[in-house]
């Protein structure tokens, strides 16, 4: 069938070798995705690249200025670029193709990482048949961050013969039936549906943080630690009661959804990242949503926003992201939620897992 790949595709690939991955664990295949993780092999680059023509090692020579061993770890400075090997190796034979994304905490963290593979004219597309290493470029704009050999930054989503995206007629029928999108108070909304499901943001809240903004300063961040760092030390938090917020080029916020949204389980969702239709700025940088997120009354999407050329301007429940579904390929029992210890079901506005919890 047409669709996403489910938790038991995933463990069946790994099992014939048409992914290969180092220190495997179960908990790394997601409900319709896998985690993928850092090798030892890094490089410092000079400017980003593909390799449309060719091998990416074959580019190294020129394009790096220092190769590092992460396996005692490295700090990964604010605004370096690098270039690292992942762990996980592919050899595809069945008929799909996929795509990688970042993970929700890089997200939150303002890494702006992507992957790159051989012979590829296009950042984080798996084409058909692909067969070779997976490279992650990697920059952190927010923060210096410690990574470290084993670290997940980004996921990967494979899918049979096509994505069989659902079209809006489609979507608005299923909505009908089985709800998508509700209010605060858990009610269904009419759902704003074009080129996908329109999300708006929340503004909104009196004398309650609506949003955090990346300080300019701050200590290093160690990637593998959770809910161990000072929020305090990373972020503003921002209180306003006017309804709005201006967003200036290069500053990195952290807002939530005005709508609760929910991931139907015979379902998955990407949001996109960038829509000019909607505004000058970049949504959501980790934009894979697995079935049954928000399961069953909904749960408010985090957005992490920034703005590159232009200060602009949002209000209190403008739309700002869209978000796009597709099918699964079968059903499966395999989905988001606190049976696997997801980290974001049911969240409020909430920054990435390694920082402490803010009580409002």
């Not at 997976?134 to 049979?160: C, H, P, W, Y």
């Not at 894979?288 to 408010?300: A, I, K, V």
């Not at 506005?349 to 402490?356: C, D, E, Y």
Request: net charge positive; charged share 30%; aromatic share 12%.
């Amino acid at each position: 069938m047409n669709g996403s790949l489910t938790f038991d595709d995933y463990k069946k690939l790994i099992k014939d070798k048409e992914i290969e991955t180092k220190d495997f664990n179960q908990s790394r295949v997601q409900p319709s995705s896998m985690d993928l993780t850092l090798s030892n092999e890094c490089y410092e680059l000079r400017y980003s690249f593909l390799s449309p023509k060719g091998k990416i090692r074959n580019k190294l020579k020129t394009l790096s200025i220092k190769r590092y061993d992460l396996t005692n770890g490295l700090v990964f400075k604010k605004n370096h670029t690098y270039l690292v090997r992942l762990n996980e190796k592919l050899n595809l034979n069945s008929p799909i193709k996929g795509k990688c994304n970042p993970k929700s905490s890089t997200g939150r963290l303002d890494i702006f990482c992507r992957v790159i593979l051989d012979y590829t004219d296009e950042y984080e597309k798996v084409p058909y048949g692909y067969s070779g290493d997976i490279f992650l470029e990697v920059t952190t704009r927010a923060f210096d961050i410690f990574l470290t050999k084993g670290d997940s930054l980004n996921q990967m989503r494979l899918t049979n013969i096509s994505n069989d995206f659902i079209r809006d007629e489609d979507l608005r029928k299923f909505h009908n039936n089985e709800a998508i999108i509700f209010d605060q108070n858990d009610y269904l909304l009419k759902p704003n549906i074009s080129s996908g499901l329109k999300i708006s943001v929340d503004l909104s809240s009196k004398d309650q943080i609506i949003a955090y903004k990346a300080k300019k300063k701050s200590p290093k961040l160690i990637f593998s630690k959770k809910h161990i760092h000072d929020p305090r030390k990373y972020w503003e938090f921002i209180k306003k009661d006017n309804g709005n917020l201006t967003i200036f080029p290069n500053e990195f916020f952290i807002l939530k959804s005005k709508q609760k949204i929910r991931i139907p389980k015979t379902m998955a969702a990407e949001m996109v990242p960038y829509d000019t239709s909607i505004g000058d700025f970049r949504v959501h940088y980790a934009g894979f949503f697995d079935p049954g997120f928000g399961d069953r009354n909904g749960s408010y999407a985090v957005l992490e926003v920034k703005t590159h050329e232009v200060p602009f301007n949002i209000e209190d429940g403008q739309y700002i992201a869209r978000l796009i579904f597709e099918n699964l390929n079968k059903n499966t029992d395999f989905t988001y939620g606190s049976k696997i210890n997801s980290n974001y079901q049911n969240q409020e506005l909430a920054l990435s897992k390694h920082f402490n919890i803010i009580r409002k």
